[in-house]
């Protein structure tokens, strides 16, 4: 029996810290084996905000490595850079007839990114392709008529879009495209070391994370200087020390984890012992990625083969589905 396929993209915004791990990346990686998975390098819609030429050109590649070593397996999936299929585009108009302005602008992430832009500076347009970026992404999910995508909750939104484009379609061309369905999978809920009343995010700056390939002394320093108690006297954990036991909890650390809870449990926990446990957990963990990255940065050349050879299986994929939809809607292939 064929597998099912997953598609799922990720931007390439700087480099992969422990929530983007946690949250999606080594769900990535567990599910090669169950499923036709094929991911992607969000180029195009880092676009949408405002950003560096330079710096998203280093990025994407730059992610392309980090994914490669944190276990995407080239033998087993296709990682591909979005702005080398040029047909995700091409579908995006396709869509954009069959999408209403209605839907775009109930958008939630929309209204959130807009209000950051909002009056920062005359730079910072809210642009069109912010709008109907949730287009692309129906584009990106249906031109290789994806069955799952791995969603967070601030994501389903959007994959309930992506099948009502689908379904219009459907119904006003023939049937063809699946309706995509959500994929969730154990998602370990990371926070901000320094603020744990937020998620853990690069946009807060550096501080409120931790990098997967950044240096231990600077991983040590964050988790040693991380915020614990915050003056409430109420008997449940606070966020910060409970921020600490998920970190150890998504590294599986079960026995460090039983035996510093109960340490909680009776009231003799030294913080200094859960930091200690902490750091040396998640140090432990991202060796063997800082490893197989330094060896794929010093064989640049395999990463660019990969990236070409990718880059035509998926352009393979979804040229078949253009042609397709080209046929049903009339226009010129």
């Known amino acids: 029996m064929d597998k099912k396929r997953v598609l799922s993209l990720i931007q ?30 969000a180029d195009l819609h880092a676009m949408t905000m405002p950003y560096d030429p330079k710096l998203l050109k280093s990025n994407t590649e730059r992610m392309v490595i980090e994914l490669l070593a944190c276990g995407i ?5 296709i990682l591909f850079i979005q702005s080398m299929i040029p047909q995700h585009t091409e579908l995006l108009w396709i869509f954009n007839c069959v999408t209403s302005y209605g839907e775009l602008s109930r958008m939630t992430q929309f209204k959130d990114k807009s209000d950051q832009l909002e009056g920062k500076s005359v ?35 959007h994959l309930e879009l992506t099948r009502n484009i689908a379904v219009r379609f459907n119904k006003q061309f023939g049937e063809y495209f699946n309706e995509p369905l959500p994929l969730f999978t154990e998602i370990q809920k990371l926070v901000s070391l320094a603020d744990p009343s937020k998620k853990m995010s690069k946009s807060l700056g550096e501080k409120h994370y931790i990098g997967l390939f950044e240096d231990e002394n600077k991983t040590l320093k964050k988790i040693r200087s991380a915020v614990t108690d915050t003056g409430d006297t109420s008997e449940k954990m606070s966020p910060g020390v409970e921020n600490l036991f998920n970190l150890l909890k998504a590294c599986g650390k079960t026995n ?5 809870m109960g340490d909680y449990t009776s009231g003799t926990l030294k913080y200094k012992d859960l930091k200690d446990a902490t750091a040396e ?39 078949k589905t253009l042609e397709d939809v080209k046929k049903l809607v009339g226009i010129y292939t």
Do not use: M
């Open 12 to 41: 390439p915004t700087g480099e992969i810290h422990l929530g983007n791990y946690f949250g999606a990346v080594k769900n990535w990686v567990n599910i090669q084996e169950k499923y036709d998975c094929v991911f992607g390098v």
């Open 73 to 77: 397996d080239p033998d087993k999936s």
């Open 123 to 157: 730079k910072n347009i809210i642009s069109a392709g912010l709008f109907t970026y949730p287009v692309l992404q129906a584009a990106d999910i249906l031109i290789y008529n994806a069955n799952f995508v791995p969603v967070g909750k601030d994501q389903e939104q």
């Open 256 to 260: 460090e984890i039983s035996t510093l």
């Open 281 to 319: 957990a998640v140090i432990g963990l991202t060796a063997p990625f800082k490893k197989r990255k330094q060896d794929l940065l010093d064989n640049k050349a395999y990463v660019e083969k990969i990236i070409a050879e990718h880059a035509e299986k998926a352009r393979t994929l979804a040229n």
